[in-house]
């Protein structure tokens, strides 16, 4: 799996999926970017990626779960 191969995920013992690392130290750019589908139209990739990156900035997997709402 290519999340944990990036440290993203860990598998434990058990088989359950955690993260691979403190929740303030996973941006949520770095998942976006190990979860990449072949692009069908050269240079689209790369602006979506651009736009991406611009929308999430720094944003940490932490950061994007605080501003969930819960209930």
Do not use: F, K
Not at 22 to 36: C, E, F, Y
Not at 47 to 60: Q, S
């Amino acid at each position: 799996m290519r999340l944990e191969t990036a440290g993203l995920l860990a598998r434990t013992a058990g088989e359950r999926l955690l993260p691979g690392r403190d929740l303030n130290a996973i941006l949520v750019s770095d998942i976006d970017a190990d979860t990449r589908w072949p692009d069908p139209v050269p240079g689209l990739q790369a602006r979506i990626d651009a736009g991406v990156g611009e929308a999430l900035g720094r944003m940490t997997l932490a950061d994007l779960l605080a501003d969930r709402p819960t209930g």
